[in-house]
């Protein structure tokens, strides 16, 4: 994959999109970190795409969540401990 800085995004642009077409995908960077993913799009798959794009983001968050929860020991709880967890939320909630 190719990495494109947003100098040269902004500095070369008819040449990053040419070669848009050829890569499919190039990714973004800023002071060498990745900033954003750059991917070639058509009028027949760009629904497609975005549904795809906003799953693969959700899924993204769910394993963030999912290694966050390990790592707080959420693997360890009981049934009854998320149960009376529930209750004294939906208790705050319905206030």
């Known amino acids: 994959m190719k990495f494109v800085t947003v100098r040269d995004l902004r500095n ?3 040449k990053i999109w040419r ?3 050829q890569e499919k995908d190039m ?13 070639f799009l058509s009028e027949e798959n760009v629904e497609d795409s ?3 794009v906003r799953r693969s983001r959700a899924m993204v968050a769910l394993n963030s969540i999912h ?3 390990l790592s707080n020991g959420g693997d360890k709880i009981t049934h009854t401990e ?3 967890e529930m ?5 705050r909630r319905a206030k």
Request: aromatic share 0%; proline share 3%.
């Open 12 to 14: 070369h642009s008819a």
């Open 19 to 21: 070669l848009l077409n």
């Open 27 to 39: 990714i973004i960077t800023s002071n060498g970190k990745p900033l954003a993913l750059l991917s």
């Open 50 to 52: 975005l549904k795809n």
């Open 67 to 69: 290694k966050q929860s």
């Open 82 to 84: 998320i149960d009376q």
């Open 87 to 91: 209750k004294a939320v939906r208790k």
